[in-house]
């Protein structure tokens, strides 16, 4: 059995999900002692604030079913501080909702509100996390050359190659590019 190494990545989509996964890999590989593979995140935006209108808050919380603190906590605990700074007020609680299903009249799901829950949560605008975690990539791509986030990059298609195990992606403007890993 052969085994293969994991030195180049590409992440189709510069959304929340492909930047994190992309700070990941930059932060978390050297943890381990191993050299983080070169990434490159294809972006069809063509830059950075196309997404104005990109939805409303998202909660963050630590508790076990959702853990998206304790992710960005694990990627860089100063872009978690960062990250919560920015965060919608809410008080002086933490208020999070428990769904269920309950007998009533209709048997409909019941949600219940929960003031004081132990777990940490916030609410942050998409808009925000989006563009401080590219701050990040472009910080992070300074200091070393591992990430590369091209933006107005639409990916349209993706084979893999048996002959040197490879996976190649055929960009929209014609570019074509291999990785070992592809995420999207």
């Not at 209108?53 to 960062?82: H, V, W």
Request: overall charge positive.
């Amino acid at each position: 059995m052969s085994s293969t190494k994991l030195e180049r990545v590409i992440i189709v989509g510069g959304g929340l999900g492909g930047l994190a996964t992309a700070l990941s890999f930059y932060y978390i590989f050297p943890r381990h002692n191993l050299k983080a593979p070169s990434i490159t995140v294809y972006e069809r935006d063509t830059m950075e604030s196309s997404r104005l209108n990109e939805g409303y808050t998202l909660q963050l919380r630590n508790d076990p079913s959702s853990g998206g603190i304790q992710a960005l906590k694990t990627i860089d605990e100063q872009l978690y501080r960062d990250i919560k700074q920015m965060a919608a007020p809410t008080g002086n609680k933490n208020i999070g909702m428990k769904i269920g299903f309950g007998i009533n009249c209709d048997i409909n799901p019941t949600i219940k509100f929960i003031r004081d829950t132990e777990h940490e949560m916030f609410r942050v605008a998409r808009y925000n996390l989006r563009n401080r975690l590219v701050e990040e990539v472009k910080r992070s791509s300074s200091l070393s050359s591992v990430i590369d986030l091209q933006w107005n990059s639409h990916v349209i298609k993706a084979d893999y190659d048996k002959i040197t195990n490879k996976v190649i992606v055929e960009l929209q403007d014609g570019r074509r590019d291999e990785c070992d890993l592809l995420i999207g």
